[in-house]
C-alpha cells in the first residue's frame, strides 16, 4: 500500500491529536480555516473499540469528513492483542492513509493504564505493539511520543528503539511526561536526533512537536533544522485558528465568529451536553473590542441555538 509520508512536502505541518478537541467537526472548521498537509484523529483506545458490546464513544472518534484527506488514525492502549484486532479494522476503513500509536501522551488515567507515556518505561511492550500494528495493517504505521518519561537524558535510548522498528514517522513532543507543557520544548537536542535517525532509520520521516505556534515558526525552525521533515501543532490552534496558512494575516472580528457559526452548525446533536463545546469559545472570541462580555454571554447559553442567537443579534 502507498506510503502517504513519502509524498508530502518538506516541512509539511499536522494538527496534533488532542482529546475532546480534534473530533471531525473542528478539523472541518481547521481545514476551513486553512488546512495542514496531515490531519490525527483523537486518541482511539483500543481496548474500548474491539470490546464485545462495542463502544460508541469510541468509534464516533473515528469519524472523518471529506477535508480529512490525508488523516491518520492515533491509537493507544497497553494491550498488543487489542492493538492487533484495532489496526486490522482500520485498515478495512478506506477513509485512512495511515496509523499512528500514542506512546506519549501524559494523562494520568492513560498513564496508569499503561499506556501513552507509560510506554516510555516499558519498551519491551512498545515494541510488541508496534508489531502487532504492522503485522495486521497495510497502511504505513507511525508513533508519537516524548523525549523521555522522567529526564531528557532518557531520550537516546528511548528514540533509537523506535527507529529500531522501521516506522513510516516518528513524532516526538520535545518535552518529558514530567515536564508536560511546563518548560520550553528542547529545541537543542534537534540536531543530535536527525543525527541519530539519519544513522538508524533515514527513511522514518521525523517530526517535532512543542511551542510551534503558527507554520510561519514551523517554517523558521526548518531553516535551522533541515533534517526534519514535519511539524506538529498542537496548541496553537487555540491561540490562532489560522495557524497553518502560508501567508499569515490579521484575522478581523467578522472572520472569527463566522468561523465559530460555521463550527457550530456541524454539531451533530442540538440536545447533547453543551457545556464540553464551551471550551472551543476562546479560540474564536478573542483579541477584539469587547470580546470579554461576548465570552461571557456565549458561556451562559445551553445549546448551539442559544449561542447562534445570541451571536446573530
Not at 19 to 33: G, I, K, L, P
Not at 165 to 174: N, T, Y
Amino acid at each position: 500500500m502507498k506510503n502517504f509520508w513519502n509524498e508530502l512536502p518538506k516541512p509539511f505541518l499536522i494538527l496534533a491529536p488532542m482529546e475532546d478537541v480534534t473530533n471531525a467537526a473542528f478539523r472541518q472548521v481547521v481545514a476551513r480555516a486553512a488546512r495542514p498537509e496531515v490531519f490525527f484523529t483523537e486518541f482511539i483506545n483500543v481496548s474500548g473499540f474491539v470490546h464485545p458490546l462495542g463502544n460508541a464513544s469510541v468509534s464516533r472518534r473515528l469519524q472523518t469528513a471529506p477535508t480529512d484527506t490525508p488523516i491518520v488514525a492515533q491509537i493507544w492502549g497497553s494491550k498488543p492483542a487489542d492493538f492487533a484486532l484495532t489496526a486490522a479494522k482500520i485498515c478495512r476503513m478506506e477513509q485512512f492513509a495511515g496509523i499512528d500509536i500514542n506512546m506519549g501522551c501524559p494523562d494520568k488515567s492513560v498513564v496508569k493504564s499503561g499506556g501513552g507515556a507509560a510506554l516510555i518505561q516499558n519498551p519491551k511492550l512498545a515494541v510488541e505493539i508496534i508489531q502487532a500494528v504492522k503485522n495486521n495493517s497495510k497502511l504505513p504505521v507511525s508513533v508519537k511520543t516524548r523525549l523521555g518519561y522522567s529526564s531528557i537524558d532518557e531520550w537516546q535510548t528511548w528514540q533509537k528503539i523506535l527507529l529500531e522498528q522501521d516506522l513510516a514517522a516518528l513524532s516526538i513532543h520535545l518535552r518529558t511526561k514530567k515536564e508536560m507543557s511546563k518548560v520550553p520544548a528542547h529545541y537543542q537536542l534537534i540536531p543530535d536526533i536527525i543525527q541519530l535517525r539519519d544513522s538508524v532509520a533515514p527513511h522514518t520521516k521525523l517530526i517535532v512537536n512543542g511551542d510551534i505556534a503558527d507554520r510561519a515558526a514551523a517554517e523558521k525552525l526548518y531553516k535551522v533544522f533541515t533534517g526534519i521533515d514535519g511539524c506538529m501543532i498542537g496548541r496553537g490552534v487555540f491561540q490562532n485558528p489560522f495557524c497553518f496558512e502560508k501567508i499569515s494575516r490579521q484575522h478581523s472580528e467578522t472572520e472569527l465568529l463566522e468561523l465559530l457559526k460555521f463550527h457550530l452548525s456541524l454539531l451533530e446533536n442540538p440536545n447533547q451536553n453543551f457545556e464540553p463545546f464551551k471550551k472551543f469559545f476562546k479560540i474564536y472570541i478573542n483579541n477584539f473590542i469587547g470580546a470579554k462580555e461576548l465570552r461571557a454571554k456565549l458561556m451562559s447559553s445551553q445549546s448551539p441555538d442559544q449561542a447562534l442567537q445570541l451571536l446573530n443579534f
